[in-house]
């Protein structure tokens, strides 16, 4: 699983418009709800405060989650492999996402 930081201007600065600090792909960290403290990968945005998580466990590809941009931390990394494949067909498996989540987990835990 390829894992890269966000670029300069993604993620970070301007407020007013804050769906703008998110990209499909990125790992963001749940703060509030059922699942608080737990991590999720962007599958969605519909505007510039909903955005549509997939997790490991509960919210699947059939069924993701619908969040307030408010409620989320974005971190600074994107799972390439899986915003490539968002980009060109959107057919993810639930097995992709979750080997992503827990490649990132992996690697988090090692720093």
């Given at each position: 699983?390829?894992?890269?930081?966000?670029?300069?201007?993604?993620?970070?600065?301007?407020?007013?418009?804050?769906?703008d600090?998110?990209?499909l792909?990125?790992?963001?960290?749940?703060?509030?709800?059922?699942?608080?403290?737990?991590?999720?990968?962007?599958?969605?945005?519909?505007?510039?405060?909903?955005?549509?998580?997939?997790?490991?466990?509960?919210?699947?590809?059939?069924?993701?989650?619908q969040?307030?941009?408010?409620?989320?931390?974005?971190?600074?990394?994107?799972?390439?492999?899986?915003?490539?494949?968002?980009?060109?067909?959107?057919?993810?498996?639930?097995?992709?996402?979750?080997?992503a989540?827990?490649?990132?987990?992996?690697?988090?835990?090692?720093?």
């Amino acid at each position: 699983m390829r894992f890269s930081r966000q670029r300069n201007g993604v993620g970070c600065g301007d407020q007013s418009n804050a769906g703008d600090r998110f990209v499909l792909g990125q790992i963001v960290q749940v703060l509030r709800g059922t699942c608080a403290g737990e991590y999720a990968i962007i599958i969605r945005k519909d505007n510039s405060r909903t955005l549509w998580l997939v997790n490991k466990d509960r919210f699947t590809i059939d069924h993701p989650k619908q969040k307030n941009v408010k409620h989320v931390q974005p971190t600074n990394w994107i799972a390439e492999d899986i915003l490539e494949i968002l980009q060109k067909n959107g057919r993810l498996t639930d097995a992709m996402l979750r080997y992503a989540l827990n490649q990132y987990l992996l690697q988090r835990k090692g720093e």
